[in-house]
């Protein structure tokens, strides 16, 4: 079966770093995906990594370890509308589909 | 630019109704995936499409179908409505078959099923 794990909730203060992790175990892989969603809204995508390594975009960066099955995604300077949900995702196959974690809350405090 | 359109974005029907919800890609987007979110789960994949032709199939029940057309546009029937199904469900769009790329999600339908 497919197993992607991350934590259920993190909190941090306005301004700070955090960072969620993902560990995964998955029939196949064409690359992992971030994707943030606020509640009710639409997933909107932040990072792809299908390399072993560190991808930077503005105030987040996602790494990956295919190797450990394992990813983060890191927040640095926290706005309070980083608040929502993170969403791990797998791509298994070609075709595209994403298997996604149960989701990580963060809370930014001010 | 162009986002990821569906519709309608609220419905509600009574259990063994049917329901059928709409989506329009990506201008120039040929894959179409749908996926349903209930509270607070994460994102469940029902079904792909690519150049018209269904591509990948999940969790999809036997009471739902779906279909991509010739303007690429998708629509997911459901049929036999139960009260399980109320539920958010998001269309996404990706280009050039959908593997290593990102998938752009619409706005979702929130169907509530009464």
């Known amino acids: 079966g497919q197993n992607i794990d991350q934590p259920t909730e993190m909190t941090a203060t306005e301004g700070a770093i955090v960072q969620i992790n993902c560990t995964y175990q998955?029939?196949?892989?064409?690359?992992l995906f971030w994707y943030q969603q606020h509640a009710g809204e639409a997933p909107t995508f932040l990072s792809y990594?299908?390399?072993?390594g560190l991808e930077e975009k503005g105030r987040f960066s996602s790494f990956l370890s295919r190797s450990k099955g394992y990813s983060y995604l890191l927040l640095k300077e926290l706005q309070m509308k980083d608040s929502a949900s993170y969403l791990c995702?797998?791509?298994?196959?070609?075709?595209?589909?994403?298997?996604f974690g149960a989701g990580t809350q963060v809370v930014v405090t001010p | 630019a162009a986002g990821v359109i569906q519709s309608p974005r609220h419905l509600i029907k009574e259990k063994r109704e049917t329901a059928t919800l709409k989506c329009y890609p990506i201008p120039r987007h040929d894959t179409v995936y749908w996926y349903q979110q209930g509270p607070g789960q994460d994102p469940q994949f029902l079904i792909s499409f690519y150049e018209k032709m269904q591509s990948d199939k999940g969790s999809i029940p036997d009471r739902f179908s779906a279909q991509q057309f010739s303007d690429y546009h998708s629509e997911l029937n459901m049929s036999s409505l139960e009260l399980g199904d109320s539920a958010l469900y998001f269309c996404?769009?990706?280009?050039?078959?959908?593997?290593?790329?990102?998938?752009?999600f619409g706005q979702g339908t929130r169907l509530t099923v009464v």
């Open positions: 996404a769009s990706s280009p050039t078959g959908g593997g290593n790329t990102e998938a752009f």
């Open positions: 998955t029939s196949g892989f064409n690359g």
């Open positions: 990594n299908v390399l072993d």
């Open positions: 995702a797998v791509q298994t196959d070609s075709w595209g589909k994403l298997q």
